[in-house]
């Protein structure tokens, strides 16, 4: 059993910063990358931005520039900083993290934590 603790999310004024954390737990015996996807109401759920356990970051055009994901991989704990906060990026912001234990590699989702951008 893997869990994914996500925490960070609230209401912001536009133009203002979150920082979201999600923390794996739980049966893993090492970690391929991790990410974040949102999901707007009445919208598919989207990339935001994912990042390899060497490094590699991958955003979505609209978190360029804007956002930032970092890992720390002692922790196994990965953040996205999110700046120049829009009424438009209001959304559930979900974890996920692959990774792979005795019985092989495997994709988790944390259940998601409410940003809302709005004065």
């Known amino acids: 059993q893997v869990q994914l603790v996500e925490s960070g999310g609230g209401l912001v004024q536009p133009g203002g910063s979150l920082r979201l954390s999600c923390a794996a737990s739980?049966?893993?015996?090492?970690?391929?990358?991790m990410g974040w996807h949102r999901q707007a109401p009445g919208k598919q759920r989207e990339l935001v931005a994912d990042?390899?356990?060497?490094?590699?970051?991958n955003y979505a055009d609209f978190a360029k520039g804007r956002f930032t994901i970092s890992r720390d991989n002692a922790k196994n704990t990965v953040y996205l900083q999110m700046n120049g906060l829009k009424p438009e990026d209001t959304a559930v912001y979900y974890c996920?993290?692959?990774?792979?234990?005795?019985?092989?590699?495997?994709?988790?989702w944390g259940q998601g934590t409410q940003v809302t951008v709005s004065s």
């Open positions: 990042i390899t356990w060497g490094g590699t970051t």
């Open positions: 739980g049966s893993i015996l090492g970690i391929y990358g």
């Open positions: 996920n993290a692959e990774y792979y234990n005795t019985r092989g590699t495997r994709r988790d």
